[in-house]
T-cell receptor, first 115, second 116 residues
Framework: GDSVTQMEGPVTLSEEAFLTINCTYTATGYPSLFWYVQYPGEGLQLLLKATKADDKGSNKGFEATYRKETTSFHLEKGSVQVSDSAVYFCALSDRMKTSYDKVIFGPGTSLSVIP | NAGVMQNPRHLVRRRGQEARLRCSPMKGHSHVYWYRQLPEEGLKFMVYLQKENIIDESGMPKERFSAEFPKEGPSILRIQQVVRGDSAAYFC??????????????FGPGTRLTVL
């Protein structure tokens, strides 16, 4: 079945450092890809999404490009802030296959940004 | 727009008791999903419901767990005779009927269940 793999961390960076969190997926169809963020003690927030190959999702300085040839959707940010400390989940959903949003999540990557 | 509402936010139960988790989908959303986040594990799909119908329950444990989404009122995830292993965060999500190319699913803040 479909699955998502991502670097598990924890990742610790200094403020203003460059961030990359790797994510690769396995899917038989044409899924949409997402990054979700979970701040401490809170629920899930959709950070960005891409629905087809070569789409770039972006939000709050974060970016990820849907690479079908490498089945990847790596998350990047040029300069992280302490407020970016959270757990980041890569995920996919193939609504064309199921007709509903059965989201498959990666294991999550914990990010800590220190001043 | 209040978004997806879940209550309670925190629930403590003793082993053997029942837990009822409620989810009110976003206004206009007719599809509800439940996910579970176990400690040290990722988020896993449990069940997908439309009004009065369970469409996909492939992620639901076979025993003690049930879900409903009645014609009126919130969706309920019910866990009977809870055990310590049920301690987790339970997230509800909702989406509207519509274009499969549009991703409009929203997640609620979650209910954190602790079983003593």
């Amino acid at each position: 079945g479909d699955s998502v793999t991502q670097m598990e961390g924890p990742v610790t960076l200094s403020e203003e450092a460059f961030l990359t969190i790797n994510c690769t997926y396995t899917a038989t169809g044409y899924p949409s890809l997402f990054w979700y963020v979970q701040y401490p003690g809170e629920g899930l927030q959709l950070l960005l999404k891409a629905t087809k190959a070569d789409d770039k999702g972006s939000n709050k300085g974060f970016e990820a490009t849907y690479r079908k040839e490498t089945t990847s959707f790596h998350l990047e940010k040029g300069s992280v802030q302490v407020s970016d400390s959270a757990v980041y989940f890569c995920a996919l959903s193939d609504r064309m296959k199921t007709s509903y949003d059965k989201v498959i999540f990666g294991p999550g990557t914990s990010l800590s940004v220190i001043p | 727009n209040a978004g997806v509402m879940q209550n309670p936010r925190h629930l403590v139960r003793r082993r053997g008791q029942e837990a009822r988790l409620r989810c009110s989908p976003m206004k206009g959303h007719s599809h509800v999903y439940w996910y579970r986040q176990l400690p040290e594990e990722g988020l896993k799909f449990m069940v997908y419901l439309q009004k009065e119908n369970i469409i996909d329950e492939s992620g639901m444990p076979k025993e003690r767990f049930s879900a409903e989404f009645p014609k009126e009122g919130p969706s309920i995830l019910r866990i009977q005779q809870v055990v310590r292993g049920d301690s987790a965060a339970y997230f509800c999500a909702s989406s509207p009927q519509g274009d499969p190319q549009l991703y409009m699913t929203l997640f609620g803040p979650g209910t954190r269940l602790t079983v003593l």
